[in-house]
T-cell receptor, first 115, second 113 residues
Framework: AQKVTQAQTEISVVEKEDVTLDCVYE???????LFWYKQPPSGELVFLIR??????QNEISGRYSWNFQKSTSSFNFTITASQVVDSAVYFC????????????FGSGTQLTVLP | GAGVSQTPSNKVTEKGKYVELRCDPISGHTALYWYRQSLGQGPEFLIY????????DSGLPNDRFFAVRPEGSVSTLKIQRTERGDSAVYLC???????????FGEGSRLTVL
């Protein structure tokens, strides 16, 4: 069985603040993939990143960065200098070699960026 | 458009009725997924197609739910004898590789009265 936990249900920050969204995962498989998706108010899930279990290098894409730590089974997402347009629900997700291609999502973190 | 298209965007039905939800994936994507999202929750996996066949239907909650993809493109999710607990947003996604980036549609919001 696999599981994704996003303990932060809601986060509110003021524009230009940095914010980190936490994600902790559980899986028995040694080969797995982690994802982050953004769901704006329109409802359509937007892919942000995919990482495989063999690549622990942190990644930066503009104002977004991801910290993958296998030792703590975490894949945290940081937004630097947040903007109002970053307001959305963010989901962390996991699929593994034993999950038959199912993507297991966490319950999501509602991020509100205030002007 | 070039994205995943789902129809209807909204469906209101009465308990006990039959409903069909349609998904038109991105052209050329062989993998197609159905997910269900309840309010305040993450999407839950229902079924995965690779081509025309259902490669994994372990997420379908019971035998009232069924999905087809007869020509390897458009898929239809069918729900018989709807119950109020079936109310949710049904999301479709497609992908050109597995595991890969899933492209989601905007979903079909089903309300069972």
């Amino acid at each position: 069985a696999q599981k994704v936990t996003q303990a932060q249900t809601e986060i509110s920050v003021v524009e230009k603040e940095d914010v980190t969204l936490d994600c902790v995962y559980e899986t028995r498989d040694t080969t797995y993939y982690l994802f982050w998706y953004k769901q704006p108010p329109s409802g359509e899930l937007v892919f942000l990143i995919r990482r495989n279990s063999f690549d622990e290098q942190n990644e930066i894409s503009g104002r977004y960065s991801w910290n993958f730590q296998k030792s703590t089974s975490s894949f945290n997402f940081t937004i630097t200098a947040s903007q109002v347009v970053d307001s959305a629900v963010y989901f962390c997700a996991l699929t593994s070699s034993g999950s038959a291609r199912q993507l297991t999502f966490g319950s999501g973190t509602q991020l509100t960026v205030l002007p | 458009g070039a994205g995943v298209s789902q129809t209807p965007s909204n469906k209101v039905t009465e308990k006990g009725k039959y409903v069909e939800l349609r998904c038109d994936p991105i052209s050329g994507h062989t993998a197609l997924y159905w997910y269900r999202q309840s309010l305040g929750q993450g999407p839950e996996f229902l079924i995965y197609f690779q081509g025309t066949g259902a490669a994994d239907d372990s997420g379908l909650p019971n035998d009232r739910f069924f999905a087809v993809r007869p020509e390897g493109s458009v898929s239809t999710l069918k729900i018989q004898r709807t119950e109020r607990g079936d109310s949710a947003v049904y999301l479709c996604a497609s992908s050109s590789q597995v595991p890969g980036e899933l492209f989601f549609g905007e979903g079909s919001r089903l309300t069972v009265l």
